[in-house]
């Protein structure tokens, strides 16, 4: 009778067991953690990316959307990742303290990678070349990028923000005595200080400088260039995971040419 009865116990404790598993949650974990690939992102499923659309072909509006080579190569990564694309339009020198503190995936706005970023945040491999030219207006007795550097030069340069032709410029040109620099928050800006006599020059990348002539009568680019760089991607120091997750995809479209029809769907 014992043994029927400790039996019986034994069966109505299982079930009740049973029946309180039933009604438990599910255990939930930090969507930061949880990748599959062992990368974090900052919004499950999603991969951020953090640009400033002022620098055309690379990432610019066209109409409400935002377009470019960086958005496209980013797509194409997130892709490769099982991830949606998000791209967030700010200030540029907010980009890397955003990537920096992880509030944003990625960094990607044409950026070249230097000693004073790589202080704040890693860098994939390269992914496309860049070249910093000079701007001036038609007839400027700026003729070549050496006039910057003459002896007794006392030009005043326009730049962006926290951009390696700012970086450039302070060190080569004002730090030197040979002139000025004026930083804007955008290349337009810039541009616009130019056409208005406030500064001589513009310092900035070659691909948009081509489009900001193109759409500004009496603006020319000078035939040597100021500096040659190479783009790469910007990611927390805290996220090698993710780093190596995306190395691994640019590289593949790489590869594959994916990256190289992009660069030539914008740049003809």
């Known amino acids: 009778m014992k043994k029927l009865f400790a039996l019986a116990l034994t069966l109505v404790m299982a079930l009740s067991l049973t029946a309180c598993g039933d009604k438990q949650e599910p255990t939930t974990t930090d969507p930061a953690d949880s990748d599959e690939g062992g990368f974090k992102t900052a919004v499950e499923g999603t991969l951020s990316m953090a640009t400033e659309a002022t620098f055309p072909p690379y990432e610019f509006y066209d109409g409400d959307k935002l377009v470019g080579i960086d958005v496209d190569v980013a797509g194409a990564i997130a892709e490769k990742l099982g991830l949606k694309l998000d791209v967030v339009d ?9 990537v920096q503190t992880g509030k944003y995936d990625i960094g990607m706005a ?3 990678v230097n000693k004073e970023r790589l202080q704040q945040v890693n860098f994939t491999d390269s992914y496309a070349k860049g ?18 550097f003459a002896e007794g030069a006392n030009h005043t340069v326009g730049t962006q923000t926290y951009t390696t032709g700012f970086l450039y410029a302070s060190d080569d040109i004002q730090a030197k005595g040979l002139g000025t620099v004026k930083s804007f928050a955008k ?44 783009y ?10 993710l780093k190596e997750a995306v190395n691994t995809a640019l590289q593949e479209l790489i590869n594959d040419g994916t990256v190289q029809k992009i660069v030539d769907s914008y740049i003809k």
Do not use: H, R, W
Request: proline share 2%; charged share 25%.
């Open 232 to 241: 790469a991607i910007a990611i927390s120091k805290e996220n090698d995971a």
């Open 187 to 230: 290349t337009t800006d810039a541009v616009e200080a130019l056409k208005n006599d406030q500064v001589d020059c513009v310092i900035l990348d070659n691909e948009p400088a081509k489009a900001l002539v193109a759409a500004n009568e009496g603006l020319t680019i000078l035939d040597s260039s100021y500096a040659d760089e190479d």
């Open 110 to 112: 044409g950026m070249t």
């Open 90 to 98: 700010i200030a540029f020198d907010s980009i890397v303290p955003g």
């Open 131 to 148: 070249v910093q030219v000079v701007i001036v207006k038609e007839g400027s007795t700026i003729t070549s990028v050496d006039d910057l």
